[in-house]
């Protein structure tokens, strides 16, 4: 809240072409409004928001408009400077803080002591439990099943599918603010919003998301040492490969590192490590958008960064999207969908694993997208996508489910698998696959797109044909089944960037647990391994 004597609203400035500011409006404006500064070369702005009811003119004009809407004030220099300033200025320069909402950093530094306390007590009580049966055939096979790792955001159930802090996704859906709810177009929840409850466990408040997504926002500037490095890749490098390299280059900034050896405390590492993160989490969309261009060409060369956008739409714009606000929309329930999914995935077992080495989160994570970079994994969602426009080209836009129910065969007969469906713990339709396929049926574009059509017809039929086929333990879809085919309609159609786009949203699972694991001080993760001789020797 600011200084109710502050500025009158003629200062103000909105980009909301529906609202029109007036001078009745000042007393609401100075009320319940969270705002964040920012340096400008030659002045401060000030930018804030207020829900779109409490706004005179709005009410009598357009009472139908919700939400809220993003108000700006700058503040030039020379009058902060001056010591006879006007009033309104002056004030605001001492005046605005953050006092009617926490910041993310505020939030989890209340959740820290109480999940010490829980970490004490599961210590102290049920160490000596056990978690099951270690057999031959999980040390054969990939360790499926067995509860060996800690992870807080999430939590996943073969049959119930994911959630977060006890939230399915629907719920997370439908109570986690979207961006019409901090005054931007678009009604899907929105990634900060997600990052805000897989790190606290807490569903924000618009106020608390519209804050941390701006904190977001003055971060994703990319380092101009960073940018030559991309530039010098060579455009046939996988976008991958660059993704890593460069997320892993810019650990030459990590606060952790500097932190750590400058000797902080070990009960501080998690705060350095949050830092980086969001840092990490700011700058994955420049990186990709500046990859993006560099490869392919389309897309703001410069990775310009508006402060009155989310995260996503200024990654939407970066991109070369940002007219096409069906995509814009769907790139933040994509992002938020796929940030976690428990620990025990390759990429966020990934990023756990070398993070326990106090590897920094940037080295951290660039391991995890090495990880993802596997067509087991995050490149699922690129092959997905070749194969189904295959199909396509092979039974054109009309096919009988005859038609495609021979491809699915053809396509197991030749020893491949159906790319899309199965998954290593679900035992049920996806539902991130589900929450993916459910936007299509919100937007005309996508109901008309042959390729989306197409993707939901073989949701239906491929299970059929896998059941019988009887070797995969789940039939249904998995996310990547679906994810493609709308940013495929949207024009974005190259399918070696798609898993840089998963990669954009990974981060925001992985890197909260490093904090969790930073915080808790969790040990080296060390298991024991065992040769086929010295297993055999054990079990005479
Ligand atoms: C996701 C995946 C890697 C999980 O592997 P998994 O845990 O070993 O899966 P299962 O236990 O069900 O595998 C049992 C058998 O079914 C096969 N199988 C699994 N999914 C299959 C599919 N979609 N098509 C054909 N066969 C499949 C496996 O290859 C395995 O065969 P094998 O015994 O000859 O090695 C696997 O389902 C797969 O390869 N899917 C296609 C790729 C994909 O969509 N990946 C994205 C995952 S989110």
């Known amino acids: 809240m600011i200084d109710a004597n502050i500025p009158v609203c003629q200062h103000w400035e909105t980009r909301d072409a529906e609202l029109a500011l007036s001078a009745a409006d000042a007393p609401s404006m100075t009320q319940n409004r969270t705002v964040a500064t920012e340096d400008e070369n030659d002045g401060v702005r000030i930018n804030g928001f207020i829900a779109r009811t409490s706004i005179k003119a709005n009410r009598a ?7 809220y809407t993003m108000l ?25 803080r953050y006092a009617s909402t926490k910041t993310l950093q505020q939030t989890l530094a209340e959740v820290v002591p109480e999940k010490r306390e829980q970490l004490a007590k599961l210590k102290a009580e049920h160490a000596e439990s056990n978690l099951g049966e270690v057999k031959v055939s999980h040390l054969l096979g990939g360790m499926r099943g067995l509860k060996i790792m800690l992870w807080e955001g999430s939590v996943l159930d073969a049959e119930k599918g994911i959630t977060f802090h006890g939230k399915s996704i629907p719920q997370c859906q439908k109570e986690l603010p979207n961006a019409d709810s901090i005054g931007n177009k678009g009604t899907e929840m929105l990634p900060e919003s997600m990052l805000w409850l897989i790190l606290t466990g807490k569903v924000p408040t618009p106020e608390e998301v519209k804050g941390l997504s701006q904190d977001l926002v003055s971060r994703a500037k990319l380092p101009e040492y960073l940018e030559k490095i991309i530039d010098s890749f060579p455009k046939t490098l996988h976008p991958m490969t660059q993704f890593s390299s460069a997320v892993a280059a810019l650990n030459h900034d990590s606060k952790f590192a500097d932190a750590y050896n400058r000797g902080v405390k070990k009960t501080e590492y998690w705060q350095p490590t949050l830092e980086d993160s969001l840092d990490l989490i700011a700058k994955l969309p420049s990186i990709a958008a500046r990859i993006y261009y560099n490869v392919y060409g389309k897309g703001d ?9 989310d995260l996503i739409e200024n990654f939407s714009h970066q991109l070369g999207y940002g007219d096409k606000e069906g995509l814009t929309d769907y790139l933040r329930l994509y992002v938020a969908v796929h940030g976690d ?8 077992h990934t990023a756990h694993l070398v993070g326990s080495a106090l590897s920094d989160p940037y080295l951290a994570y660039a391991a995890a997208l090495n990880g993802l970079a596997g067509p087991l994994h995050g490149l699922a969602n690129q092959e997905v996508l070749n194969w189904s ?43 991130r696959f589900t929450a993916l396929s459910g936007y299509c049926n919100t937007r005309p574009e996508l109901q008309a797109s042959p390729i989306v059509k197409l993707v939901q ?16 333990k789940n039939p249904y879809p998995n996310v990547d089944a679906g994810s493609g085919c709308v940013l495929y309609t949207y ?6 960037f798609y898993t840089v786009l998963f990669g954009v949203a990974r981060a925001y699972g992985a890197l909260p647990q490093l904090v969790y694991d930073r ?20 079990l005479k």
Request: hydrophobic share 35%; aromatic share 6%.
């Open 491 to 496: 024009g974005l159609d190259e399918f070696k």
């Open 341 to 348: 999914h428990e620990g025990g995935n390759v990429s966020a």
């Open 389 to 431: 426009l295959e199909l396509q080209k092979h039974v054109g836009d009309n096919p009988s489910d005859q038609q495609i129910t021979d491809y699915l065969w053809s396509t197991l007969k030749s020893g491949r698998v159906v790319p899309g469906y199965g998954h290593a713990v679900l035992r049920q339709p996806d539902p």
């Open 301 to 309: 060369g410069k990775q310009a960064i508006d402060p009155s956008r």
């Open 72 to 96: 700006s004030l700058y503040i030039p220099r020379a009058a902060l400077r001056s010591s006879v300033a006007p009033r309104q200025f002056a004030a605001a320069s001492t005046a605005v």
């Open 519 to 538: 915080a808790l001080g969790l040990p080296i993760e060390r298991p024991k391994s065992m040769s086929m001789d010295a297993l055999f020797e054990l």
């Open 61 to 67: 004009a357009s009472p139908n408009l919700t939400g």
């Open 457 to 472: 017809r073989l949701s239906q039929l491929a299970p059929v044909v896998l059941k019988e086929h009887g070797k995969t």
